[in-house]
């Protein structure tokens, strides 16, 4: 497809379990951000990636997180011993350039609910 | 802006009325203010952006004010249709080499028909 991929769409696992969320962002785009948006909240950051090089991960909460982008395209947000307060929908979006209007194209999230 | 947690401030106008949707943002430096919209179960779509040097952007069926006098931003919608009922967010760009986004509370836009 034309847009941002994200797998799966759903996740439901057990506290302290590990989870991997895919991005497949939009072919071209060298930019590529993962936000986190919990229920009724707007969407937070968490990393951007300009190529393979995760160039800001400020807003990766914890060391639990972690995300990489190998070749410059997928990426795959990594979580460690998850917690309840990680349920969240976990978005990924992708952008032509960095030089930014903020102009982002986003994918449909993956939902992650930890029991 | 605060966070309200599941209880979204909501704004309820008739179909074919004009809707204003105010935010307030936090950071005199922002470079950006956008405009996302965001339908039950997608994700955020980009609206309209503006940059900080201009007060005033206009897109289809679509207007964009800044005062940055008191930190205002609001989004006006001409013509309200059924398919605008969505969350719209405002957001900045507080650096503007990236599109590292701070999203504020989320407005529900309920069009009645």
């Known amino acids: 497809g034309a847009g941002v991929s994200q797998t799966p769409s759903n996740k439901v696992t057990e506290k302290g379990k590990y989870v991997e969320l895919r991005c497949d962002p939009i072919?071209?785009?060298?930019?590529l951000y993962w936000y986190r948006q919990s229920l009724g909240q707007g969407p937070e950051f968490l990393i951007y990636?300009?190529?393979?090089?995760?160039?800001?991960d400020s807003g990766l909460p914890n060391d639990r997180f972690f995300a990489v982008r190998p070749e410059g395209s997928v990426s795959t947000l990594k979580i460690q011993r998850t917690e309840r307060g990680d349920s969240a929908v976990y978005l990924c979006?992708?952008?032509?350039?960095?030089?930014?209007?903020?102009?982002?194209?986003f994918g449909e999230g993956s939902r992650l609910t930890v029991l | 802006g605060e966070s309200v947690g599941l209880h979204l401030p909501t704004l309820s106008v008739q179909e074919g009325d004009n809707s204003i949707i105010n935010c307030a943002y936090s950071n005199s430096a922002s470079d950006y203010f956008i405009w996302y919209k965001q339908e039950s179960g997608k994700g955020p779509q980009f609206i309209i952006d503006i940059r900080s040097n201009m007060d005033k952007r206009q897109g289809q069926r679509v207007t964009v004010l800044l005062n940055k006098t008191v930190k205002h931003l609001s989004l006006q919608i001409a013509a309200t249709q059924p398919g605008d009922s969505a969350v719209y967010f405002c957001a900045e760009n507080l650096d503007g080499a990236t599109n590292k986004l701070i999203f504020g509370t989320g407005t529900l836009l309920a069009v009645q028909p």
């Open positions: 979006a992708s952008s032509l350039q960095t030089s930014g209007t903020g102009e982002l194209f």
């Open positions: 990636f300009q190529g393979t090089g995760a160039a800001d």
């Open positions: 072919s071209g785009h060298t930019a």
